[in-house]
């Protein structure tokens, strides 16, 4: 409540002042005295509801007060009180001698509350609305692109991107190419393999360094046990961001393993890992093959020397889940109790971070879920995620 207090006193003085100028200017009181102290009393008695309505009765909407009720409908929207902020927004849009630049600003307000509320298709009429209106465009076009990403409508949101570039000059590529990665995701899930790749190859015309394209098209490729065609996909992905590598190595060990090719699956992930790449998974990844083809004891000292240039928890856990085999009884409980426990804590922490807001998560979304940015959410990195970063 003390913060609405002092976010409403600027309004007070405001209104105050506003008061005090209307006086000056027609030599009589424009506002009742009796009625401006009122509202401030309700202010400093911690009543904000109450000096709300009393400066919105006592402010006649005109050039000199828009301003105030527009930031009035804004701190109704930032408190949650969307209903209020709407009608507010709405009274102003109702006056007919509104100038116009004021009438689009409140326009574009009450189309943020409709956001906010999650009447979307109320706020996307308003933003095509304003979209008409040259200077405002830009802006509209950004809320509507926005807005379509919300409700996962992609083929409108890349519209929306497109325009917007055509527009401003400003290049919407990256997120064209997220959009359209989508598009690609749900024709895979739904089967249309052909519509995905022809998508997939779009995809990257708008952003030759999109990472989760290449990713998409290896998967895709795998799945049609094209290992050839998939290598070459997941071999892009390390140039575009190598930070993703760790997520090209279960769907290719799958496909190479498929096609029996275990000495290109063993070459590829040496090769990774000679370069510090693909982190533990490309490590986890090698240790499983090598010891299905040379035993137990190989494994071991493949995950040790591994280990002493990249530590990691999880390539700790494997270690010790392979010492367990060859333990004696009473050491092996104590191995078991030191693995059940290191896997408990990995159970809690994150896989992925957003390098951009730092949101957490065990799943990767390609677009984060704290700062709303496209390709941001990585696989983490350091002791308890993929190991130490290549340099």
Not at 54 to 80: K, P, Q, Y
């Given at each position: 409540?003390?913060?609405?207090l002092?976010?409403?006193?600027?309004?007070?003085?405001?209104?105050?002042?506003?008061?005090?100028?209307?006086?000056?200017?027609?030599?009589?009181?424009?506002?009742?005295?009796?009625?401006?102290?009122?509202?401030?009393?309700?202010?400093?008695?911690?009543?904000?509801?109450?000096?709300?309505?009393?400066f919105?009765?006592?402010?006649?909407v005109?050039?000199?007060?828009?301003?105030?009720?527009?930031?009035?409908?804004?701190?109704?929207?930032?408190?949650?009180?969307?209903?209020?902020?709407?009608?507010?927004?709405?009274?102003?849009?109702?006056?007919?001698?509104?100038?116009?630049?004021?009438?689009?600003?409140?326009?574009?307000?009450?189309?943020?509350d409709?956001?906010?509320?999650?009447?979307?298709?109320?706020?996307?009429?308003?933003?095509?609305?304003?979209?008409?209106?040259?200077?405002?465009?830009?802006?509209?076009?950004?809320?509507?692109?926005?807005?379509?990403?919300?409700?996962?409508?992609?083929?409108?949101?890349?519209e929306?991107?497109?325009?917007?570039?055509?527009?401003?000059?400003?290049?919407?590529?990256?997120?064209?190419?997220?959009?359209?990665?989508e598009r690609?995701?749900?024709?895979r899930?739904?089967?249309?393999?052909?519509?995905?790749?022809?998508?997939?190859?779009?995809?990257?015309?708008?952003?030759?360094?999109?990472?989760?394209?290449?990713?998409?098209?290896?998967?895709?490729?795998?799945?049609?046990?094209?290992?050839?065609?998939?290598?070459?996909?997941?071999?892009?992905?390390?140039?575009?961001?190598?930070?993703?590598?760790?997520?090209?190595?279960?769907?290719?060990?799958?496909?190479?393993?498929?096609?029996?090719?275990?000495?290109?699956?063993?070459?590829?992930?040496?090769?990774?890992?000679?370069?510090?790449?693909?982190?533990?998974?490309?490590?986890?990844?090698?240790?499983?093959?090598?010891?299905?083809?040379?035993?137990r004891?190989?494994?071991?000292?493949?995950l040790?020397r591994?280990?002493?240039?990249?530590?990691?928890?999880?390539?700790?856990?494997r270690?010790?889940?392979?010492?367990?085999?060859?333990?004696?009884?009473?050491?092996?409980?104590?191995?078991?109790?030191?693995?059940?426990?290191?896997?408990?804590?990995?159970?809690?922490?994150?896989?992925?971070?957003?390098?951009?807001?730092?949101?957490?998560?065990?799943?990767l979304?390609?677009?984060?879920?704290?700062?709303?940015?496209?390709?941001?959410?990585?696989?983490?990195?350091?002791?308890?995620?993929?190991?130490?970063?290549?340099?």
């Amino acid at each position: 409540m003390g913060e609405l207090l002092w976010l409403l006193l600027p309004a007070a003085a405001a209104s105050g002042w506003w008061a005090a100028r209307r006086a000056a200017a027609r030599a009589a009181p424009a506002l009742p005295p009796g009625e401006y102290y009122r509202g401030l009393g309700f202010l400093l008695n911690e009543q904000p509801d109450k000096a709300i309505e009393v400066f919105l009765r006592v402010l006649e909407v005109d050039s000199d007060t828009v301003e105030i009720h527009l930031a009035l409908g804004n701190l109704f929207r930032l408190r949650g009180e969307v209903d209020r902020a709407i009608r507010l927004h709405e009274n102003l849009i109702r006056r007919p001698n509104l100038d116009p630049a004021l009438r689009a600003q409140a326009l574009h307000e009450l189309a943020l509350d409709h956001m906010k509320a999650g009447l979307y298709d109320r706020a996307e009429a308003l933003f095509r609305e304003l979209e008409t209106i040259p200077e405002h465009a830009p802006r509209a076009l950004r809320q509507l692109c926005e807005l379509y990403q919300q409700e996962k409508e992609w083929e409108r949101a890349t519209e929306c991107a497109r325009r917007l570039q055509a527009l401003t000059g400003e290049p919407q590529g990256p997120l064209v190419a997220h959009l359209l990665c989508e598009r690609a995701e749900a024709a895979r899930r739904a089967g249309r393999g052909e519509e995905a790749w022809r998508l997939l190859r779009q995809a990257l015309r708008e952003d030759p360094r999109c990472a989760r394209a290449s990713l998409l098209q290896g998967t895709l490729a795998a799945e049609q046990s094209d290992c050839a065609t998939a290598l070459r996909a997941f071999r892009e992905v390390e140039r575009q961001d190598p930070a993703y590598l760790p997520e090209v190595v279960a769907p290719l060990a799958a496909c190479l393993r498929r096609a029996g090719e275990r000495e290109a699956l063993r070459a590829f992930l040496e090769e990774l890992l000679g370069r510090r790449r693909g982190g533990v998974s490309a490590l986890l990844a090698l240790t499983a093959l090598v010891a299905e083809t040379e035993g137990r004891e190989a494994a071991l000292e493949v995950l040790r020397r591994h280990l002493r240039e990249q530590p990691s928890l999880r390539g700790l856990v494997r270690l010790v889940e392979l010492e367990v085999g060859r333990a004696e009884p009473p050491v092996r409980e104590s191995l078991e109790l030191a693995g059940q426990t290191l896997e408990r804590l990995l159970r809690a922490k994150p896989v992925y971070r957003c390098v951009h807001c730092g949101f957490t998560g065990r799943v990767l979304h390609w677009r984060c879920p704290g700062c709303k940015r496209w390709g941001v959410v990585k696989p983490i990195q350091g002791l308890e995620g993929e190991g130490e970063a290549a340099a």
